[in-house]
């Protein structure tokens, strides 16, 4: 079916660790996103990418790697894992209109011990 | 810059009773308005939009929204709340024309509904 998938939907890790966090669709959206959740903060954007090979930074970039080699997949890798990136990521993709909605995937719940 | 306020951290109606959950926003021209819900251990689900035009969208699963431009608001409504509508409801804005596809979104309205 069509969609977006992330993986895994729960990782423990230890601070200090690289962890990535993948994220796949199938609707071949142009642009995708990552977001974090986090309670008294809502959504924030970590970084978005407009198409392969083109990535940027959001609100919150530091401590967080992405790339875009195919259009389907936009990983997100925390190099070195610290106790302030615990939080419930997601991913989501939208098509280049800018009248259409972000899809999201179902998230990743990422714990650093 | 955007912005989006959800008054509201907390909204309690009792079933068969309407609901509204408040939304207002800020951008230097026109906005795009979405909401969308979402339920534990989910990801966010679209529940509906405003582009242009009639001031009154509707969505999914009995869903409705009213733009109104001059109170930069966009309320959600339903006429009768299910307690499975119980959850947490996002309003975003996107300013037209503005860069990229980036949201802002609001930090969210958590519904119950009583049976």
């Known amino acids: 079916d069509a969609g977006i998938t992330q993986s895994p939907r729960y990782k423990i890790t230890e601070t200090g660790r690289q962890v990535t966090l993948m994220c796949h669709q199938t609707?071949?959206?142009?642009?995708m996103f990552w977001y974090r959740q986090d309670l008294g903060h809502g959504l924030r954007l970590i970084y978005y990418s407009a198409a392969a090979d083109i990535t940027d930074k959001g609100e919150v970039p530091d401590g967080y790697v992405v790339s875009r080699s195919k259009t389907e997949n936009f990983p997100l890798t925390l190099e070195s894992a610290t106790r302030s990136q615990t939080s419930v990521y997601f991913c989501?993709?939208?098509?280049?209109?800018?009248?259409?909605?972000?899809?999201f995937g179902d998230g990743t719940r990422l714990s650093i011990l | 810059a955007q912005s989006v306020a959800q008054p509201e951290d907390q909204v309690n109606v009792a079933e068969g009773n309407p609901l509204t959950v408040k939304c207002t926003y800020s951008?230097?021209?026109?906005?795009?308005l979405f909401w969308y819900v979402q339920y534990p251990n989910r990801g966010l689900q679209f529940l509906l939009k405003?582009?242009?035009?009639?001031?009154l969208v509707k969505g999914s699963y009995g869903f409705e929204a009213e733009f109104n431009k001059s109170q930069t608001s966009f309320h959600l409504k339903k006429p009768s709340a299910l307690v499975s509508d119980s959850a947490l409801y996002f309003c975003a804005v996107r300013e037209q024309g503005g860069y990229g596809q980036n949201f802002v979104f609001g930090p969210g309205t958590r519904l119950s509904v009583l049976p």
């Open positions: 609707w071949s959206h142009s642009y």
């Open positions: 405003y582009i242009t035009g009639d001031n």
């Open positions: 951008v230097s021209g026109n906005p795009y």
């Open positions: 989501a993709s939208s098509d280049t209109l800018s009248n259409q909605p972000q899809h």
